[in-house]
């Protein structure tokens, strides 16, 4: 089955500082890869998400790359703030169907 | 158009006892995905459905767990005979299918005491 690894585990950055959070994936039939953030103590809620066909996608602050060959993809948050601290988790999914998170990342912006 | 509806949201249970929490999919929706999550870790898959089929169960221990998302009626997550390491939040999400967007529930947050 589909196997998704993410790091780092935990990112420290200063406030207006970018953030860049990797994950990889073992399916290369997975072709859909949403990022999910996490908010203490909250349910996950989609932030953007990218599709095989497309190599990198843009919604204000955040960005998603696809690197299909590698077999890996990247969220990109620019000029965080502190309401951006939260654990972050990639996903892929296969042609199956199966939904398949990396193990999190915990974001801590600092003030 | 209800989003995922879970509930219990707070759930306490003995040890032996049974629980049994619920995940209603938003309207359209026929995959279910059950996760579970303890504090400070990351998302566990458990198991995956389809209406009336179980998908892919291989997160599930096969002692004490099953679950079913029947034709009627919600997607249900059996934990029978609970132990203390059963406790921690369980979360579901649905999806149309494809490549689309999965939607999580609130979860369910199971103490075992």
């Known amino acids: 089955g589909e196997n998704v690894e993410q790091h780092p585990s935990t990112l420290s950055v200063q406030e207006g500082d970018s953030a860049v959070i990797k994950c990889t994936y073992s399916?290369?039939?997975?072709?859909?890869f949403p990022w999910y953030k996490q908010e203490l103590g909250k349910r996950p809620q989609l932030i953007i998400d990218i599709r095989s066909n497309v190599g990198e996608k843009k919604d204000q602050r955040i960005a998603v790359t696809l690197n299909k060959t590698a077999k890996h993809f990247s969220l990109h948050i620019t000029e965080t703030q502190p309401e951006d601290s939260a654990v972050y988790f990639c996903a892929a999914v296969n042609a199956g169907n199966m939904l398949t998170f990396g193990g999190g990342t915990r974001l801590m912006v600092k003030p | 158009n209800a989003g995922v509806m879970q509930n219990p949201r707070h759930l306490v249970r003995r040890r032996g006892q049974e629980a049994r929490l619920r995940c209603s999919p938003m309207?359209?929706?026929?995959?279910v995905y059950w996760y579970r999550q303890l504090p400070e870790e990351g998302l566990k898959f458990m198991v995956y459905?389809?209406?009336?089929?179980?998908?892919?169960e291989s997160g599930m221990p096969k002692e004490r767990f099953s679950a079913e998302f029947p034709k009627e009626g919600p997607s249900i997550l059996r934990i029978q005979q609970v132990v203390r390491g059963d406790s921690a939040a369980y979360f579901c999400?649905?999806?149309?299918?494809?490549?689309?967007?999965?939607?999580f529930g609130q979860g369910t947050r199971l103490t075992v005491v």
């Open positions: 399916d290369s039939a997975s072709n859909y």
């Open positions: 459905l389809q209406k009336e089929n179980i998908i892919d």
């Open positions: 999400a649905s999806s149309p299918g494809g490549n689309a967007e999965a939607f």
């Open positions: 309207k359209g929706h026929s995959h």
